[in-house]
Structure formats: C-alpha cells, structure tokens
C-alpha cells in the first residue's frame, strides 16, 4: 500500500496550530522533568545535525514511524513540503496504521525519515532498519534515536515490548547489516554521569510524587538534572563515547543514503 497523496494526509501546519504544537516537553524539557538529560539532548543534537545534513532544503518528503503525536514534526516544518506519521496505534495526528517492521510506504519515497524512542520497541530492528533503507530516497536521511541503558519501559505500558539496549558499536553494526549507507554518525545524549544521573532522576521524580505538593519535587529534579549535566560535561575525560569504559543512555544515529 502506499502512502496518501499529500492533499488527504501528511500535511505540514503552521501558524498558530504549529506554535501549540502538541508535547513541547519533548523539544524543550524543562530542568525539572525527569526525562531532561535525555531529551533535551536529543533536541540539541536532532537540531544540530538537522542544520548539518539538510541545509537550506524547503521541498522535503518526511516520514515519522512510531509517530505518535510527531513531537519533532516542528524541528521540520520549515523544510517540509509533506510530514507523513505512520504508528502501530491510531491517534488524532497518524497517517496510517502499520508496524516499523512493514511500513506501507512505496519503496525511495521520503527524503527524511524520523524515528524516536521506537527501536527499543519493536519485534525485529534490522527488518525495521532494513525498511527504513527501502523507503529512504537516495541522498536521503535518516534520524533515528535508541536507548542505550535505561530502565524496562514497555510501551504499550501493559505488554512486554521493551526488548533491545544498544551499545554504540552494536547500534552502528544492525545499520550497516540493514543496507549501504554514505554517511553513518552516531551521536550520545550525555555519557556517564548524565547516565546514572538520568536514571535516578526516574526514582526521584516517583519520591518527589509523593510529597505533599509539587515544589519539593520539582526543585529534588532540578538539582539532579542540574548537578549531572554540570559534571557529565567535565568528568570522568576518559571515557567518552566511543572509548572503553563509556557508557550513555540514549543515542542518535543520522545516516546519509548514497545518490
């Protein structure tokens, strides 16, 4: 099956529906939420290699898999002439149902594809991988980003799918397994102290919940969030990713198909 013509879906808003654009705390975490060290990386770096990869591009075809509300679909507003979201789950934003592993997409045709916090999801990552490579146009891109350690969150909350953490070599290996690609960089959200800082932040967050009011929670986050972030960025210098020792939660890939 292929995707819907641009007039019956995959529009791009702007104006006033983009600027309420739903879950802004995925693109601007607050220091006082729990998934900060995480996801206010990932925007830095989605935002970066963005500017990096696709220049001053205004006629892009973008394809979300595990879209859900497209959290990131403002990151590309600008640059797209079709946002395209596919999950395995309807909702007020998704295109079309279907799983990463069979995307109903004709095969080179999306400039762009996203794909957030799935990976670690789904049944088969090279089969997803391998998709992605399908659909992928040449001199397409690709961002994808993955937990490296974290803590067991299926998703659906009721099932048991939460099956895959990654190293940074072996998420490089199931790219290469999956098809050619010109370009392969990995990029981590934080290493080791934003790490551990990132999974205690979960903990405190559950203690914080607890308390009566939100301020004593919210403030116990902050400073978590805070301190980590502040260290990370200084120590420990010898193990960064990729060198022995390193270790991040989160990950983003970017990969470049050839022309």
């Not at 001053?56 to 973008?62: A, E, I, K, S, T």
Request: proline share 8%.
């Amino acid at each position: 099956m292929s995707a819907p013509a641009e007039s019956e879906a995959g529009s791009v808003p702007s104006g006033t529906e983009l600027a309420r654009w739903p879950e802004p705390e995925r693109r601007r975490p607050p220091k006082s939420d729990r998934h900060y060290l995480a996801l206010g990386a990932l925007a830095r770096s989605l935002t970066a290699e963005i500017e990096r990869t696709l220049g001053g591009r205004r006629d892009l075809r973008v394809l979300d898999i595990g879209c859900g509300n497209k959290p990131y679909l403002p990151f590309f507003a600008d640059r797209a002439i079709r946002y395209w979201g596919v999950d395995a789950v309807d909702g007020p934003v998704v295109d079309a149902i279907g799983v990463a592993e069979e995307l109903p997409c004709e095969d080179a045709s999306f400039d762009v594809i996203v794909c957030t916090q799935v990976l670690e999801h789904v049944d088969d990552p090279v089969k997803v991988l391998a998709e992605i490579n399908r659909v992928l146009a040449p001199g397409g891109v690709v961002f994808l980003s993955t937990h490296g350690v974290f803590l067991y969150h299926p998703d659906p909350p009721d099932s048991d799918r939460d099956y895959w953490r990654w190293t940074h070599s072996g998420l490089l290996r199931i790219f290469r397994q999956s098809g050619e690609y010109a370009e392969l960089h990995l990029e981590p959200q934080g290493n080791v102290v934003a790490c551990l800082g990132y999974i205690v932040a979960q903990f405190v967050d559950e203690l914080g919940q607890k308390l009566p009011g939100r301020l004593p929670g919210s403030l116990m986050l902050r400073m978590v969030n805070t301190v980590s972030e502040w260290i990370d960025a200084r120590f420990p210098p010898g193990a960064r990713v990729p060198a022995g020792g390193s270790l991040s939660a989160n990950y983003l890939v970017t990969a470049r198909k050839p022309d």
